[in-house]
C-alpha cells in the first residue's frame, strides 16, 4: 500500500491488464490537463497513513519478519472479499469512459488469493479461516464506492494493485524466506502473464491518472483513498488481534 494521521484517524463503521499487452493511453478532458494528476494527488493524502499501515498490525509484524502462518493467512482470507467487491465493480462500470481505462486490465488479484488459500490451508479454508467484521466492513466500503459512477474506485485500484505491483513484490520475497512459503502459495504477487512489471506499474499509474481526469469530483476520489488506508489499518489491527497461540486457525495453517 502507499493523510490523516494515526492521532487524526476516526473509526470507520458498517454503514487489469488487457489480454494481449497494455493499455493504450486515452485522450483525457482538455479542462483537466492543467490539474495534478489523481496519483499524485492519493499519494500526498494518503502518505502519512501509508507510514502508520506499515508501523500497526499485521502488516508490521510481516514486514519484521515476527508474523505466522496464521496471521499472513488470515490477513488474505479477509483481503480476498475486497479484491472481490473492487474487481465486480470495475467490470461492472468497464463501459463508462472514466473506468475503461482501469477495467481493461485483468489483474485477477481475488482468483490468486483463493489459489493461495487452498495451497496454504485445503480446500476448507472457507470453514476454517474466520472472516472478520473489519474484513467484511472494508469489502462493504468499496460496493458502496461501485455505485453511481464509481469513481471512488479509483482509489481503492490505486491503494491495492498500485501496492501488490510496488511493496508486494518485497513482500514477496520475504515472505519466501521467512515463512518458507513456496511459489504455489505466493500467486498473489505473481503476474506471470507480465514480462515487465516495472512497465505495467508505470501505465496503470497512468491508466489511474487517465481516469481521475474524469472524475466530477477528484477530491471525493483523493478522500475515498484516506478512507482505504484507514480501512487497511483497522483490518491489519483486527488480524493481528484475532491471532492468539494455539488457536484453531494457527493449527490449521502451521
Known amino acids: 500500500m502507499t493523510g490523516l494521521g494515526s492521532q487524526g484517524r476516526r473509526r470507520l463503521t458498517r454503514r487489469s491488464l488487457p489480454a494481449n499487452g497494455f493499455a493504450e493511453p486515452k485522450e483525457t478532458p482538455a479542462d483537466d490537463l ?16 501509508h507510514a502508520e499501515a506499515e508501523r500497526t498490525g499485521i502488516i508490521r509484524s510481516l514486514l519484521r519478519g515476527e508474523a505466522s502462518r496464521a496471521g499472513y493467512v488470515l490477513l ?10 473492487m474487481e465486480h465493480g470495475l467490470e461492472r462500470h468497464g463501459g463508462s469512459p472514466g473506468l475503461e481505462s482501469l477495467s ?35 469489502a462493504e466500503r468499496i460496493a458502496h464506492a461501485a455505485e453511481g459512477n464509481g469513481m471512488r474506485l479509483i482509489a481503492h485500484a490505486y491503494t491495492r494493485y498500485l501496492g501488490d505491483l510496488s511493496g508486494g513484490q518485497i513482500l514477496q520475497r520475504l515472505l519466501a524466506r521467512t515463512l518458507e512459503l513456496c511459489p504455489s502459495e505466493l500467486a498473489f504477487y505473481e503476474f506471470s502473464h507480465v514480462p515487465d512489471l516495472d512497465l505495467l506499474k508505470a501505465d496503470y499509474r497512468r491508466a489511474l491518472d487517465q481516469a481521475g481526469a474524469f472524475a466530477p469530483d477528484q477530491q471525493a476520489v483523493v478522500e475515498e483513498g484516506a478512507i482505504a488506508f484507514s480501512m487497511n489499518i483497522d483490518l491489519s489491527c483486527a488480524v493481528e488481534a484475532t491471532l492468539p497461540r494455539g488457536s484453531a486457525l494457527v493449527a490449521a495453517a502451521e
Open 34 to 49: 492543467s490539474l495534478p494528476g489523481v496519483v499524485t494527488a492519493l499519494y500526498l493524502r494518503t502518505k502519512a497513513l
Open 76 to 85: 488474505l482470507r479477509n483481503l480476498l472479499p475486497a479484491y472481490r467487491a
Open 104 to 138: 481493461r486490465y485483468r489483474l485477477g488479484r481475488a482468483r490468486a488469493i483463493e489459489s493461495d488459500l487452498v495451497a496454504l490451508c485445503g480446500e476448507r479454508w472457507m470453514e476454517d479461516v474466520p472472516l472478520l467484521a473489519a474484513g467484511e466492513i472494508y
